[in-house]
């Protein structure tokens, strides 16, 4: 008989410690849960926000690609000014000082001609 009540003494030992410990592994299976519903929350909001970010990339290199044609045409412009400016130089810059040297020759003979009293 002694046996029989160390043996039920056992068993009520047993079934309190598989209490104790199933408790514990309820709440962390509960935290598992939990832990993934949240997993699941970020990983629905995030994936808009990605897709929003790829269509913003996308704008963004089809912008630059604008921008890009807009300032080679810029630079061709500023070639073509530039080669203008120069011809524009070389064709009337010459003779407009070759003008203005012979206009100042000019005066200062018109200059030396003229009486010293009546300056």
């Not at 810059?93 to 001609?113: D, Y």
């Amino acid at each position: 008989m002694v046996g029989d009540i160390a043996g039920l003494i056992a068993a009520v030992a047993f079934v309190a410690l598989v209490g104790l410990v199933a408790v514990p592994l309820v709440k962390l299976g509960r935290t598992f849960d939990e832990a993934s519903r949240a997993l699941r929350e970020v990983t629905d909001h995030s994936v808009p926000v990605i897709d929003e970010a790829a269509k913003a990339v996308a704008n963004g290199n089809v912008q630059l690609e604008k921008v890009d044609k807009v300032t080679t045409a810029a630079a061709d412009v500023s070639q073509n000014v530039s080669a203008l400016t120069a011809l524009f130089a070389a064709t009337v810059g010459g003779p407009m000082i070759k003008v203005a040297a012979f206009s100042h020759g000019v005066r200062r003979a018109f200059a030396g001609l003229r009486p010293k009293g009546r300056e």
